[in-house]
């Protein structure tokens, strides 16, 4: 009996201590899960996992709406066989270049660079579908590296146009999408950043106000679209920086501002004529003398060259002089200077204020149209910039 006691004693208290172990050895689970699940609490609260991926923006809705009013442009130039046994001579159209454009009207009016659109006998145009229109050359401006084409609507159909943004809300940063033909890989989509607004001396084009960015612009590109997040046309796609032959990331598109006033004015007057001061212009900081140096900005506008029978001639400007306002606004430079002038009308009356030995002179000189690609033609000066 005592035996039997004894082994259910120790059998009661074994099943005791096993139950005191087994209490002991669980606490400090639960008390970890509850600390990992207060940690992660705390976690979030404090420190919570950044939303980069979440931030990124989305174009597809902007580029599918955008896509459609985009085209690719082929220059065809028509070359003679060589045939030398007395049968007439046949033509071939022959691809010259490929390049972009967009629609600005429903009713076929398209925007692309003056470079690729001329020397061409034949534009070929070459919609989102696939489909292919024969373009009649509307317009160019040289200055700006502007066209204007035109094609014909399908009987009952309209083309998607895209918008012009408007210029004062363009800001560093903000996100830009190009579209265009980049070596012929037609509707490529491209995106980056404004890196630059209002873009002169670039060397390029006579009339500059560019729009810089960092989407990969490439040859077959020009005359694409540069848009903004909304889809709306920041700017022509036209140059690119390439020192060593391929994008590095520097890129120029024609300003909205200019794109805009020049297709206006083709498609209601088939041309536009600039007016002309008749002067060669330097910076006044790149004419100084040594130990001239001035930790002033240096501003306006010095006369190098006077040509004859210029407005400036009549006027009786002075190589030497420097221009400092053009209707009482200062002039920052001469780029700014040579935009100002060429943004208005052969005719044109205005106001400008030399500095000449340390004297202002104030006279109003009208503008005139100039010669014939009188941009083209004149002599080199170290500095100079034609007005």
Not at 270 to 293: D, F, K, N, T
Request: charged fraction near 20%.
């Amino acid at each position: 009996m005592k035996s039997v006691f004894n082994t259910l004693f120790s059998v009661l208290a074994g099943a005791c201590a096993a139950l005191l172990v087994l209490k002991f050895v669980s606490q400090p689970v639960e008390e970890d899960a509850d600390y990992q699940t207060k940690m992660r609490s705390y976690t979030e609260e404090q420190a919570p996992v950044p939303a980069a991926a979440a931030a990124w923006p989305d174009f597809t809705g902007t580029i599918e709406r955008a896509m459609p009013a985009v085209v690719c442009i082929s220059n065809q130039r028509i070359v003679p066989s060589r045939r030398s046994w007395g049968r007439p001579a046949q033509y071939y159209e022959v691809p010259a270049g490929q390049g972009s454009g967009f629609f600005i009207r429903e009713d076929g009016y398209i925007l692309t660079n003056y470079h690729v659109a001329s020397g061409a006998n034949a534009l070929l145009v070459t919609d989102h579908e696939g489909r292919e229109y024969h373009a009649n050359l509307i317009g160019v401006d040289p200055t700006s590296d502007l066209a204007v084409l035109k094609v014909e609507p399908p009987k009952g159909k309209k083309f998607m146009a895209l918008t012009f943004a408007n210029p004062k809300n363009i800001r560093l940063g903000q996100w830009t999408i190009a579209i265009g033909a980049p070596f012929s890989l037609e509707h490529s989509v491209t995106a980056g950043i404004v890196s630059g607004v209002q873009r002169s001396g670039v060397g390029v084009n006579l009339y500059e106000n560019y729009i810089q960015t960092d989407a990969s612009i490439n040859p077959g590109n020009s005359g694409g679209p540069l848009l903004n997040a909304a889809g709306d046309v920041i700017g022509v796609n036209d140059c690119i920086l390439a020192p060593s032959g391929g994008n590095i990331g520097i890129a120029f598109a024609v300003s909205a501002e200019i794109a805009k006033s020049v297709a206006d004015t083709l498609i209601e007057h088939g041309e536009i004529v600039r007016p002309w001061l008749g002067i060669m212009g330097a910076m006044p900081s790149q004419l100084r003398s040594p130990g001239e140096e001035n930790s002033e900005a240096q501003k306006g506008a010095v006369i190098r060259r006077i040509f004859q029978n210029s407005p400036a001639e009549h006027l009786g400007l002075r190589e030497g002089d420097v221009i400092v306002k053009l209707n009482d606004e200062d002039v920052a430079d001469t780029y700014e200077l040579r935009n100002r002038i060429l943004s208005l009308d052969p005719g044109t009356i205005v106001k400008i204020t030399i500095l000449r030995r340390n004297l202002l002179h104030e006279s109003s000189i009208k503008l005139e149209r100039p010669p014939a690609d009188w941009f083209r033609v004149i002599p080199q000066i170290d500095y100079a910039i034609p007005l």
